[in-house]
């Protein structure tokens, strides 16, 4: 078997799946604890404690960079994306372990152009391409939905109440909110 390409493209799998390993937090560092997990970026393994492998499209380790993170993972979903396919990234993981970071608070105006995530990253690069292409009008429609305990909630129009949130699929098979 040849090497393994290092970045999967959208094209090759449904689905790809990669693990990121954030550093530890001052306050893990202050407490004396230790990272648990041990990458090995070419076999594309991550180690828990010292026999348990699992294996990975992706590994990503504690100094890869939210640039990193985002041409590794995202940037060729925006190619499919553009040539009309429904592209989908979830971020997945307990709680604190880097979610939110990665995916990239778009409210959070505070942190520096580096520090951003991937929504931030993947709109600035959806209005560049659009911009690029004169000869297509786009529409560009965004909603931003929170659900936690099975209730909906707007955020960017949190007055809304959740009751008047509904999400539903068209005769096309395109899921959005009404
Ligand atoms: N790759 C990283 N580099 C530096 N700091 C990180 C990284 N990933 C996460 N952190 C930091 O770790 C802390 C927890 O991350 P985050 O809030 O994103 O977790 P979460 O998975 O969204 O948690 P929750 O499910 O509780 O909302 C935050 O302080 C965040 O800034």
Redesign the pocket.
């Known amino acids: 078997m040849g090497p393994k390409p290092q970045h999967v493209r959208a094209e090759e799998t449904a689905v790809c799946v990669a693990v990121?390993?954030?550093?530890l937090?001052p306050k893990e560092v202050l407490h004396g604890q230790q990272s648990c997990v041990r990458i090995d970026p070419d076999q594309k393994t991550l180690t828990l404690g010292t026999n348990r492998h699992f294996q990975f499209q992706d590994v990503?380790d504690?100094a890869?960079s939210?640039e990193s993170?985002y041409n590794r993972c995202v940037q060729s979903l925006l190619e499919s994306f553009f040539q009309g396919f429904n592209v989908t990234v979830v971020?997945y993981?307990?709680?604190?372990?880097?979610?939110?970071?990665?995916?990239g608070?778009a409210s959070i105006s505070s942190i520096s152009d580096d520090?951003q995530g991937i929504i931030p990253r993947a709109m600035a690069e959806i209005f560049k391409l659009v911009d690029e292409n004169d000869l297509i009008d786009y529409t560009i429609r965004v909603s931003y939905l929170e659900v936690y305990k099975e209730e909906f909630r707007d955020l960017l129009e949190v007055q809304t109440s959740n009751k008047d949130i509904l999400i539903r699929e068209d005769d096309k098979g395109n899921v959005g909110k009404l």
């Open positions: 990121r390993v954030r550093p937090l990503l504690e890869c939210q993170a971020a993981g307990q709680t604190g372990s880097g979610k939110t970071y990665s995916i608070e520090e």
